[in-house]
Nanobody, 120 residues
Framework: QVQLVESGGGLVQPGGSLRLSCAASGISFRLYVMGWYRQTPGKQRELVAA???????NYGDSVKGRFTISRDNAKNTVYLQMNSLKAEDTAVYYC??????????????WGQGTQVTVSS
């Protein structure tokens, strides 16, 4: 059973900080690129940040310099540190695990999401 469980979402004031966590189980964690995506009603899901086991990162343009992704392979957990939060960051944030396509199987999994609301 593959499971990705997000936590840490909530209501934050503009300029504040929040740290999201995603605990993975049922996968060989070190084989996966871990990522965070977000989605608001009526819009497509967009990349926030991604991190490979080798340390390569990829950030969405709107969060560069404000958000930091990290992972603890011993704990099978990926984190997203969000600083200088803006109202535009309000969204449901989803955890993703991706190991690419192998032998006609797409190894890609999603968590159920956690709500982040930035408002005064």
């Amino acid at each position: 059973q593959v499971q990705l469980v997000e936590s840490g979402g909530g209501l934050v004031q503009p300029g504040g900080s929040l740290r999201l966590s995603c605990a993975a189980s049922g996968i060989s964690f070190r084989l996966y690129v871990m990522g965070w995506y977000r989605q608001t009603p009526g819009k497509q899901r967009e990349l926030v940040a991604a991190l490979s086991s080798g340390g390569a990162t990829n950030y969405g343009d709107s969060v560069k310099g404000r958000f930091t992704i990290s992972r603890d392979n011993a704990k099978n957990t990926v984190y997203l540190q969000m600083n200088s939060l803006k109202a535009e960051d309000t969204a449901v944030y989803y955890c993703n695990a991706d190991a690419g396509r192998r032998w006609d199987t797409n190894y890609n999994y999603w968590g159920q999401g956690t709500q982040v609301t930035v408002s005064s």
